[in-house]
């Protein structure tokens, strides 16, 4: 079954530059709290909802991060049980 | 006043920072649609016997990416089961991050437009509505909209929170139960389309806007004594914006052709809103005109308004302006859009006034556009982008969007308070106008109004026709009578191969709809007299779309495109049959028609000097009553399409089973010769009309123009 090993890949490949790209969303997102940290304009809540923002992002990516390694260790074994039996 | 073309940087900064989360929640919500697709995909589960234990982790490392509370959320998104998860989720209040995020960027441009509108904080009553919805308490915020709305009346509550109406719905419908407005919701936030359904009940406004059907008409009109002396002899900023208060939402646009400064000639198009009432489904300009000219690139408004300017006789090459107010100003966009107008009139100058007109692009890049809206009036954020909007669109438009908490919705929407605005408090805005109108001020050379449509418009008005037959006033009344049509469904080819033209078939169910009807006629100014059509049901001929057989059916007769191309006819009398053949170009001869039974079992019967044409008899079977409608019958007269229309009344009866048999009889008729080439000889109908007791008027044959 190559193919379906080849979908898992593929899936894989993509969590694992989501994960890298959720990363980069709460450096970002940690750039704009501190930038607006120090603005008089920003509304009382909303340094703590950024904050929350960054959390939920770098516990997203590492979700990521792992499904991405787990489908990876699916294919991988996928293939090699496949090509054993 | 303000006009808010240098915002506070406080606000500025807000804006910006909203912008930001938008397209970090944008990005959550693509990286959802790939967990999604990993989660569901049948090849993940399809190796799960190869490889048990390491498959099942796999899976639950997924399903947790896509449902973990403290990361992405519940964050099912894309494909059909991402779909039906994603409003599953919204019904049980299960949010993703991205909405999450989303919403954060919602309450920034909320709040950066209360910097600008600071009694949007410090009025106690809005300040309820708005921490409610930010909170998602849904009860207190319809309270406070309620306290709103009693205590300040509807027009100052739709005014005070107009700068924020947009993400003040976007945000209630990504917070609320309903899933059906939660894409609409996300277009306004993100600023990625107009808004393509009501933010409140998700009803779709393309649904509505799809109803707007027609190829476009123009009439030229004169203007009464009244109007001609207050239209502008001269050419500039303030004639344009008069002369579209002259003429008003009344349906109609004014063309000019002035001499500019440099002796050139050049062409201003000058068009008012929306016209007042309900939809009418005859002008263009009505509420779904103006709904279509938002949402559509191409509605009846735009096209009534490119036959107007080719009647006028624009020539090609020569500079137009186009300047719109409210619905206008979409119905001029789209006309800035269309790359076949703009390849024969290079439009230069667009000037659209309380227009919703966010996502238009016009095809020419050096064609120069404004837009000018108050940020009060709710008429330009009907496309979802409004005075929060954190995105720049079109940096290189002229777009002013002022405040002025003086005015009060829907009179801050009238091209009078634009134009006292314009001309008397924005003084800037004004000079910047004037500056890039310069060409087109000078005397105005020539002046036509024009009248507009949905489609080609009937003769309204009596005549008397004369043919071989004798005179005939037109529209025919037909005080009483009965009437029985039968539908039958036939293969497609056969009617392709029937001589003549016909147009394009309509199918169901892959079947052409062929249609028999038999009419009997007294009191009428031709006498008693009966005829039998042999039709086939077809789209407008001059469609552009593919008919929609649901749309096509709501208009009234006049308005419709969908209709019956009558092929051969029966007349009983000399004089019916001439008007038929002359009047209404139809293949006619004389015959003997007959409809009995009135009720059921029913029968119709034709026949010739040869023999019986057919016979359709049976019983009729179970009733409903049926919604009056008009019939449109199309003809072909050299080559050209020609619609008339038979409006009836009297109670009608639709018979969704008819038992009833159709038998081809022995005569030579081409009516028999066609029907049995049809394959119909023994055919039962699917459908049935009946009429026992009917008034009609027909309409003459009014020519369709080449598309």
Known sequence: ?85 | MTADQDPEPAARVLREAARELAEVATTLREVSRHATAAATDGAVHGSLRRAPAAGARAQRAVLRAVTDRRGLGYSMAGGPVGALGSKLGGMARMRSLAVRMMTTSLRLRIAAVCLDNPELVTDPLLARLHEAVAAEREMDAVRALCTLIRNRGTARTLSAIAPIFGEFLALRALLDRNPLNDRTAWLIASGEAAASADPITGLSNRAIAALDVGEGAARRTASDPGEAARLGAHGSLLDFLTNIRVVGPTGRALVQTVTGPDGTRRHVVQVPGMRIGHPDLESPADLLGAFSSTLMDSAPFSRALAKAIEDYGVPPGEDVALIGHSAGGGAVMNLAQDPRFCARHPVTHVVAIGSPIDFKRPVSPHTWVASITNQHDLIPSLDGQGAGSCFDLHPDWYVVDYTDPAHVFPACHGIDHYTANIVEDLPEVRARLEEQLRPFQGPVVRSQLYRLYDREPGATTTSVVTTTGGTVRLPLRCLEGNALTAYFTADPAAVARLPGEHGRAVRVGGRALVALHAFENRGTPLGDYGEAHLGVVVADPNGSRPSRLWRELLPSGEHRGLGTCFLRSVLTTDRAHAVAAEVWGHSASVGRVRVAGGDRPVSMTVADTDGTVLTLAGSLGRRLPFVHRDLVVYSWSDGIPQRSHIQERGRRWVHPSPGMRLTIGSSGHPLARWLDALGLDGARPVLCLVAPARSSLRSPAVPLPAH
């Open chain 1, 1 to 85: 079954m190559p193919g379906r090993t080849d979908a898992i890949t593929a899936h894989a490949r993509v969590l694992g530059a989501d994960a890298e790209v959720l990363a980069e969303c709460a450096a970002r997102l940690r750039r704009l709290a501190v930038r607006l940290r120090a603005h008089d304009a920003a509304p009382p809540w909303l340094y703590r909802t950024l904050n929350d923002h960054v959390t939920a992002c770098v516990v997203a990516s590492a979700d990521l991060a792992d499904a991405s390694g787990r489908l990876d260790e699916y294919a991988g074994t996928a293939i090699h049980d496949g090509t054993t039996q």
